[in-house]
C-alpha cells in the first residue's frame, strides 16, 4: 500500500480487477473431497435452538398487542363506570 491508502500495481492490485473476479471460481470449497459432518453435540445444539423458536420482533409485536388491549380495556372501564355515570347524574 502507498501512503494513500491506495494499492500499487501489480499482483495485489491486480486481485480485485473486474476480469479476476469473472473468472473466479464461485465456490472453491465444494471443489475439496473432504467430507464434513456434524458431532453429535453440535447436532443437539442446533436442534435444540431451531424447535419452536419465536422471534424478537414477534415477541414485540404480541407484547404491544397485549398493551393495547389493555390500555382499550382500561379505558373502557373507566368510560362506562366514571363518564358514563356522572353524564346521567348531570342530564
Given at each position: 500500500m502507498t501512503a494513500?491508502?491506495?494499492n500499487a500495481p501489480g499482483k495485489e492490485a491486480e486481485r480485485f480487477s473486474p476480469s479476476a473476479i469473472r473468472n473466479a471460481d464461485p465456490d472453491?470449497?465444494?471443489t475439496s473431497?473432504?467430507?464434513t459432518e456434524l458431532n453429535d453435540l453440535a447436532l443437539?445444539?442446533?436442534?435444540q435452538f431451531s424447535?419452536?423458536?419465536i422471534s424478537p420482533h414477534l415477541t414485540v409485536e404480541l407484547v404491544r398487542l397485549g398493551e393495547l388491549i389493555g390500555l382499550f380495556a382500561i379505558s373502557m372501564a373507566i368510560?362506562?363506570?366514571y363518564v358514563s355515570h356522572g353524564a346521567v347524574a348531570l342530564g
Open positions: 494513500a491508502g491506495v472453491p470449497v465444494s473431497k473432504r467430507k443437539q445444539v442446533a436442534a424447535a419452536d423458536a368510560f362506562l363506570f
